[in-house]
């Protein structure tokens, strides 16, 4: 792909969101790192007092936080529903359980390690919770198999344990709650090495219990890559999908046609005045429109082309280097098509072939024009 990040001629400027929400990371990082620092033993009075004094700031800055979000607004409605949402709860959780615990009577440095809960602010705005949680409930059921398959081995190896080792070691597997205890350290692959096999039984147990344990870890890692993997197709698909339809010049495909090409586009969003491709590099890539503008650097004149239009074929077309430069004059959104793509789906759409063949024999045309105008001029 052309796309060079480096070309940005103007960057991004953090928006007012991105500089409060920065500023929220930092006060929790302030929080976290003081309410650690109290727990230290041997600090100087002044530092305690400086640490507590850090502390009731960070706790000030959360309370003002839920108290804007439960404000009432545009009149007399009040917020209060806030409260009972995920992120209200947090927020609540954030402010209201230091202050109980002191007025509880709790020592100061015990009820400032609640500021831990400060913490599940970062999970309320983690995108990528949400998607785990949709991916286990997705995978819900082979996770649970194996689950189950875990407590099989779990309980029958630490059946197995108990009954080979209870005469030569009862201080270790004397009870099945002390197997169990061995098992589940050998089973997650922690191994403590607290308690350890001695017969030739008790060790082919073991043998058998960590093998398995290595497995139901892989199952584990497996399910959950591929669920990852499977719900980021799917949403990329529905993005694609909504973006495709923007671009009448796809629109007019058959659908399965479109099915398909969607799964080959890739989504790319680029601010105003991104270099796109450049003038005589290699191109692999073309792109189509669904948002925004750019600009073909042309003489005599740039060409503008906004949403639903394409560029980058003629490097694909004719094997060349890019003829041209082209720059987003707006914000836009880009689909992208690889030339491996580009030549799949053209070898089984001809009617999509012929219309990029089309249009790019028309820009060539242009530019040969404006070439051979250049020429004679410059004779
Ligand atoms: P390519 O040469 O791969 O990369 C630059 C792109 O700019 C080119 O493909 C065309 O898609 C586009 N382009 C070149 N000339 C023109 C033109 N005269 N009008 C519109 N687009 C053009």
């Known amino acids: 792909m052309s796309l060079h990040v480096d070309d940005l001629l103007t960057g991004h400027r953090p928006s007012r969101a991105g500089a409060y929400r920065l500023l929220q990371y930092a006060v929790l990082l302030v929080g976290l790192a003081a309410m650690a620092a109290v727990t230290m033993r041997g600090l100087q009075p002044g530092t305690r007092t400086w640490l507590h004094l850090c502390l009731w700031a960070c706790l ?73 949680g949709r991916v286990i409930a997705l995978e819900a059921r082979p996770l649970g198999s194996v689950l189950v398959i875990f407590l099989i081995v779990l309980v029958l190896g630490s059946v197995a344990l108990h009954v080979a080792e209870r005469e030569v070691q009862p201080e270790r597997f004397g009870s099945l709650p002390q197997s169990l205890w061995w098992a589940v350290t050998t089973l997650t692959t922690t191994g403590y090495g607290d308690a350890v096999p001695i017969t030739f039984a008790g060790r082919l147990v073991a043998g058998i219990v960590m093998i398995c344990g290595l497995g139901v870890f892989g199952l584990w890692a497996g399910i959950l890559a591929n669920g990852f993997a499977a719900e980021h197709r799917r949403r990329d698909f529905v993005r694609n999908w909504n973006l495709v339809a923007r671009v009448p010049f796809l629109r007019e495909l058959d659908p399965t046609a479109v099915i398909e090409l969607t799964r080959m586009l890739r989504r790319i969003d680029l601010a105003e005045r991104t270099v796109v491709v450049r003038r005589g590099r290699p191109g692999d890539c073309m792109y189509f429109i669904a948002e925004g503008e750019v600009e073909v650097q042309v003489e005599p004149q740039p060409v503008r082309l906004g949403a639903g239009a394409f560029f980058g074929e003629i490097a694909l077309l004719e094997g060349a280097p890019r003829t041209a430069t082209v720059i987003t004059t707006a914000p836009s959104t880009l689909l992208i098509l690889e030339v491996s793509d580009f030549r799949a789906f053209t070898a089984m759409h001809p009617d999509l072939a012929l219309a990029v063949e089309k249009a790019a024999a028309s820009r060539a045309g242009i530019k040969k024009s404006s070439a051979a105008t250049n020429d004679q001029s410059d004779a």
């Open 60 to 132: 000030a800055f959360f309370a003002a936080q839920l108290v804007i979000k439960v404000w009432p607004r545009g009149g007399a409605v009040g917020q209060t529903n806030y409260l009972f949402t995920g992120p209200g709860l947090i927020d609540t959780l954030a402010v209201l359980p230091i202050p109980i615990a002191l007025l509880a009577g709790v020592p100061a440095d015990t009820a400032w390690l609640l500021g831990s809960l400060w913490l599940l602010k970062l999970a309320a705005v983690l995108p990528g919770l949400s998607l785990l």
